[in-house]
């Protein structure tokens, strides 16, 4: 969440922030509940000083032998009333807390504005979309003639978005995920963890999904619980509430599942895996000083770049406008695949700097240099997602026999599968 001091002092730049980001967040809310609790705060101190200059004057009156009942009436009654400002203002904390907690981060410097997905820059591309001799069949046709998925199956047993991967399909997801864990341990540094596939409201609001877009959440009120939208939540609330000891900046790798319910998306690309309610990811997470938060990012979307030039796929680089960024990022830059049979592009990998953002909400700090207490800058992204990457590599694999042939790097993954036919 954002430091109220920074409303406070730079109100003018927050509401900046706020239309850059096409946001309505009531900031006045805000900022009148900020008023009324110092006022607050400001009475139940003058009440606590005056009953502190009075209690002294009560132990000289009782030397002196003075009769000190109607004092002690006076004093009971600030004491009541000092109560009932505490009180006022716990109730007043709490109102600003979930007030600031819907408050977007502010965007860096140098986020471009822009309304949504249409004002994005390509930052760079690599590779070019493949060509065909044939007309190129979508993932959809290839994985049935292969049996590699069975989507009237897992809509029978769950719903539309579910999908289910059979055969050479499920050996493809698995060798996917474990290739991906590898490369980020072996080859940038990670470290891998394996965290819960749900967690408590408290994760959630910590990495700011709670209360923004509890709508797309998949929720479980039995037991308050929500199955995670990526692994980005349980990774980034391992050091929630805690001071880390460890020296930055930390790398965590990790694979889960995802679920999203995606409300208000019904009727965007439904058909097949590109738009689905689970799906696997792998994911990177990074907790480091603020110096080198930007610096960390830049490498980060490096990092998920390698991944595509190693499975040789083609894929560009955007930088997102201060409109489409997400509500949690101060800077983000999506990953999207090249899909022939698609036309189009597909986001795989979003990688996002939250700067203290999310370290605020979650209570992360480490210690600086000078030895204080400070927030951590935290990043994340995608290593990637794997249901669209697996509709970029059957779709730019496929030959005009029908078969598909597979990324080099997959191979030892496959049991040396090298095509499917």
Same mark, same amino acid.
């Given at each position: ?80 009333? #000092? ?154 609330? #391992?050091?929630?509430?805690?001071? #880390? ?28 895996? #590109? ?147």
């Amino acid at each position: 969440m954002l430091d109220i001091k920074i409303i406070r002092e730079r109100e003018p730049d927050v509401r900046r922030a706020l239309q850059l980001r096409r946001s309505s967040a009531d900031l006045d809310s805000v900022i009148a509940l900020d008023k009324e609790r110092r006022a607050a705060l400001a009475e139940v101190e003058s009440l606590k000083n005056q009953r502190n200059v009075t209690s002294k004057k009560v132990g000289e009156l009782k030397k002196a032998g003075q009769d000190i009942q109607e004092i002690q009436k006076t004093m009971r009654e600030v004491g009541d009333r #000092i109560a009932e400002y505490d009180q006022k203002v716990r109730e007043l904390e709490e109102k600003l807390n979930q007030a600031l907690l819907r408050i977007p981060n502010m965007p860096h410097a140098s986020v471009h504005e822009g309304s949504d997905a249409a004002d994005n820059l390509v930052v760079r591309t690599w590779g070019e979309p493949k060509s065909f001799s044939f007309e190129p069949r979508p993932h959809w046709e290839l994985g049935e003639k292969h049996r590699l998925f069975d989507f009237e199956r897992a809509v029978k047993m769950t719903g539309a978005g579910f999908p289910l991967y059979t055969g050479r399909g499920a050996l493809l997801e698995r060798a996917l995920v474990q290739f991906l864990l590898d490369f980020h341990t072996r080859e940038h540094g990670y470290t891998e963890v394996s965290p819960p596939f749900v967690v408590n409201a408290a994760s959630m609001t910590g990495t700011g999904q709670l209360p923004k877009m509890a709508e797309d959440m998949y929720h479980i009120p039995l037991d308050g619980l929500y199955l995670i939208p990526t692994a980005e939540v349980p990774v980034t609330n #391992i050091y929630r509430d805690e001071i #880390i000891r460890e020296p930055l900046p930390i790398y965590l790798t990790a694979y889960t599942p995802c679920f999203r319910r995606e409300a208000g998306a019904a009727g965007r690309d439904t058909r097949g895996l #590109i738009r689905v309610h689970q799906f696997d990811k792998v994911e990177m997470v990074k907790f480091v000083e603020p110096e080198t938060s930007y610096e960390e990012l830049e490498k980060l979307v490096k990092d998920a770049e390698e991944v595509l030039q190693r499975l040789g796929l083609t894929y560009r680089v955007l930088q997102l406008c201060s409109g489409d960024m997400s509500f949690s990022a101060a800077k983000c830059y999506d990953i999207e695949l090249w899909a022939p049979a698609h036309k189009g592009w597909l986001e795989v990998s979003s990688c996002s700097n939250f700067e203290d953002f999310q370290a605020r909400r979650a209570k992360i700090q480490y210690r600086n240099k000078d030895g204080k207490t400070a927030f951590v800058h935290t990043l994340n992204g995608s290593g990637v997602a794997l249901a669209r990457l697996v509709v970029a590599i059957l779709e730019n694999g496929q030959q005009a026999d029908g078969s598909i042939e597979l990324p080099e790097a997959l191979w030892p993954y496959m049991g040396g599968l090298k095509r499917i036919e």
